[in-house]
């Protein structure tokens, strides 16, 4: 399973990345997604002939039609995966924060110990509890249905399909980009602070444990395979 970004900004069209790709990130959004608009206030972003969203919206007062199509966008879309992807990918930074700490000989039980432990007091599905509200404050009724128009027909699926692959390519791209110049900006720096001389990569190019890596640089928040 891979996980598939950055849930705050537009889920319905970020979502499908987080729930699947490796590295996810917010991705803009594209034209054929604005079906409605995402209103600044929540007064403007209802349907004509709803109540205006209230600014804290909780389960309880949402619609029950509206939650029912919330939650049928989140299953077209992927998102409805995110709870477990995110477990996964927590998961998986345990493992490589405790690897240096605990003998290798040990390192599987300590996972499998974990892992069960884990498993027992995750929330799971309330992960997806916690996004109807999100929806529900984010989209109008209308927006909903025509995000899952959208989605169910046969470019949707497709997006939702491709993009993560997207997604993750084009990150990619821009942290090697990005991490190049940061490099290249702590080197220049090394004179002055020499420490970051036993930190940095090699410039030759040759290998090194960690590098080509910005030292103590993580990778976005993103979702496991």
Do not use: W
Not at 4 to 30: D, G
Not at 124 to 130: C, E, L, Y
């Amino acid at each position: 399973m891979r996980l598939p970004v950055a849930v705050a900004a537009v889920l319905c069209i970020a979502a499908p990345a987080f729930a699947q790709a490796t590295s996810p990130t917010t991705p803009s959004k594209p034209a054929q997604h604005q079906p409605g608009t995402t209103a600044p206030s929540a007064a403007a972003s209802h349907a004509p002939g709803q109540t205006a969203a209230p600014t804290s919206e909780s389960a309880e007062n949402i619609d029950s039609a509206k939650e029912a199509a919330i939650r049928h966008l989140m299953d077209i879309t992927q998102t409805a995966k995110l709870g477990d992807n995110i477990a996964t990918y927590l998961t998986g930074q345990v493992r490589d924060g405790v690897k240096n700490a605990i003998a290798p000989e040990n390192l599987s039980k300590f996972m499998d110990t974990f892992n069960q432990k884990f498993a027992a007091t995750s929330p799971g599905p309330t992960v997806t509890d916690a996004m109807v509200p999100i929806y529900a404050k984010a989209f109008s009724m209308e927006d909903i249905q025509s995000l899952t128009q959208f989605y169910e027909s046969p470019l949707g699926q497709r997006m939702v399909k491709a993009l993560p692959e997207v997604v993750q390519q084009s990150q990619a791209a821009g942290i090697q980009i990005e991490q190049a110049s940061a490099l290249k900006i702590l080197r220049g720096m090394a004179d002055d602070y020499p420490e970051l001389k036993q930190m940095l990569p090699p410039e030759d190019g040759q290998s090194a444990p960690g590098a080509g890596a910005v030292p103590g640089a993580a990778p976005p928040a993103a979702g496991p395979k």
